[in-house]
């Protein structure tokens, strides 16, 4: 799975304005409930959900909020390059700037935890997280992130 497959060039913000988590988990339902066609509020429920299962934030500044939402039949994914920091409850306590949002059908299983995985790989490169964040165009982003999962699969094609 490459991020192409679940990450289009209308699924990337460059410059969210939130001052929050909860405005930051609103703002992408909203993005990503206009993508897939479906209410707002059901996405942001599902995700608000998860959240009280443990933070997505997974520290260095990234969270990868995500969850599995019935009547999808593809994954989508949203990503926000935040204005400033936020809160985000992550494990290192440290705020969040960049978020990529996983959303996946009901059944997915296997395949939801593999683009977890493949988000995972791509995110945890400080230098690749560095080009993001110093990045304020969605177009340079979207390239960015595509180019980035195919190089991480070279690599892990290589590694195995």
């Known amino acids: 799975m490459n991020i192409e497959d679940i990450l289009e060039p209308g699924s990337v913000i460059a410059n969210l304005h939130a001052t929050s ?30 959240e009280r299962l443990g933070s997505t934030g997974v520290g260095a500044g990234l969270a990868i909020p995500h969850s ?18 936020v809160d985000f409850d992550s494990i290192d306590d440290q705020p969040v700037d960049l978020v990529f949002l996983l959303l996946a059908p009901e059944g997915s299983g296997a395949d939801h935890l593999k683009a977890l995985a493949r988000v995972s790989r791509i995110m945890r490169d400080c ?8 990045s304020d165009s969605p177009d340079a982003i979207y390239a960015l992130l595509i180019e980035s999962s195919f190089v991480a699969a070279d690599n892990f094609r290589v590694a195995s």
């Open 68 to 85: 599995k939402l019935p009547g999808l039949d593809r994954m989508q994914g949203v990503f926000a390059r935040l204005e400033k920091p």
């Open 127 to 134: 230098a690749f997280c560095d080009k993001l964040r110093g």
């Open 21 to 50: 988590k909860k405005q930051v988990l609103q703002e992408l339902s909203k993005v990503s409930a206009d993508l897939l066609g479906v209410d707002p509020r059901r996405v942001f429920d599902v995700l608000v959900e998860r």
